[in-house]
C-alpha cells in the first residue's frame, strides 16, 4: 500500500515539524455506510463522531473543519449543527471554519512551505499519487493555488492546471457550483478573468444541466461497459 504508506509518512513528518502530536486511525466505517446513502451526505459525520468518542480519553476538545463557508451550507453529514452534539463531559467538539471559503482558506495556507509540501486533498485510490490532479477535488484546489501564484510550489500537485480537464467536470449539485463560483472570484480578485483556466471553470457553470445529466449517463455506461469487460476478462 504505497500511497497508504506515504500519506502515514506525511502524518509523521508534519508532527516533526509542528511538534503536534499525530494519530492515525484506520476504520471500515466507509465500507458499512456505503450501503445506505452517500458517504458525505449521510456518513462521514459519523465517522468522524466515532473518532471522537475513540479520542475522548485522550483530548478535550476536537476541531472538525468545515465543508462548507456559512453562506453556502447545504444537509451534509458533517455541519455546524450536528457536530457539536457530540460532545458530552469529557470531550467539546468544534465545527471549525466556516467563517471562509474554500479559496480563502487556500489563501491562508499559501505562504506555509510545509503545507504546500504536504497538502493533500483527493479522495481517488491512484497508485503512487498523492492526489490524482484531475478529480475535481484537485482541479478546484490547484485552481485557488493558481490563481495566488502558488501552483508551481505545491510538490504533491502537478505543476501545470489543464484548463480542458475542469471543462470535463459536471456542476452536478449546489456545494460544487459553490465551489466553482468561489474559484471564478478567486481567479478575476488576481486579474486571472480573461485566462483558459477562468473561461473553463465559467463554461461548465453555464453549462445546462441537461447536458450534465447526459455526460453523467455516458460515463456511468462507459463504466459499466468497462467492469463488465474486465469480469470477463477474469473468467
Known amino acids: 500500500m504505497p500511497r497508504r504508506n506515504a500519506i502515514s509518512a ?6 516533526t515539524s509542528t511538534g503536534v502530536r499525530f494519530i492515525e486511525i484506520e476504520t471500515d466505517c466507509r465500507r458499512v455506510v456505503r ?3 452517500r458517504w458525505g451526505l449521510h456518513g462521514h459525520g459519523f465517522g468522524l463522531g466515532g473518532i471522537v468518542r475513540l479520542l475522548s480519553d485522550y483530548l478535550d476538545r476536537v476541531y472538525i ?3 462548507f463557508d456559512s453562506a453556502h451550507l447545504i444537509p451534509w453529514s458533517s455541519h455546524p ?5 457530540y460532545s458530552d463531559e469529557k470531550v467539546e467538539v468544534i465545527h471549525d471554519g466556516c467563517e471562509a471559503t474554500r479559496a480563502q482558506k487556500i489563501r491562508s495556507i499559501s505562504d506555509s512551505a510545509l503545507a504546500l509540501e504536504h497538502l493533500r486533498v483527493c479522495w481517488e485510490r491512484v497508485e503512487g499519487a498523492y492526489n490524482c490532479g484531475v478529480c475535481e477535488k484537485c482541479l478546484r484546489t490547484m485552481t485557488s493555488l493558481y490563481a495566488l501564484g502558488k501552483l508551481e510550489g505545491a510538490r ?3 505543476s501545470r492546471l489543464d484548463h480542458f480537464a475542469i471543462r470535463q467536470l459536471i456542476i452536478y449539485d449546489d456545494s460544487l457550483a ?5 474559484n471564478l472570484d478567486a481567479l478575476k480578485s488576481c486579474g486571472l478573468g480573461d485566462s483558459d483556466v477562468y473561461k473553463a471553470w465559467r463554461y461548465i ?3 445546462p444541466e441537461i447536458c450534465n445529466i447526459f455526460i453523467k449517463k455516458m460515463r456511468r455506461s462507459k463504466a459499466n461497459i468497462s467492469r463488465s469487460i474486465k469480469k470477463l476478462l477474469r473468467t
Not at 506525511?10 to 508532527?15: C, D, F, L, P, Q
Request: charged share 20%; aromatic share 10%; glycine share 8%.
Open 10 to 15: 506525511m502524518g509523521r513528518a508534519i508532527s
Open 35 to 37: 450501503d445506505y446513502g
Open 65 to 67: 473543519p468545515s465543508s
Open 81 to 85: 449543527d450536528t457536530d457539536p452534539l
Open 156 to 158: 504533491t500537485f502537478p
Open 178 to 182: 459553490a465551489f466553482a463560483l468561489d
Open 205 to 207: 457553470v453555464n453549462r
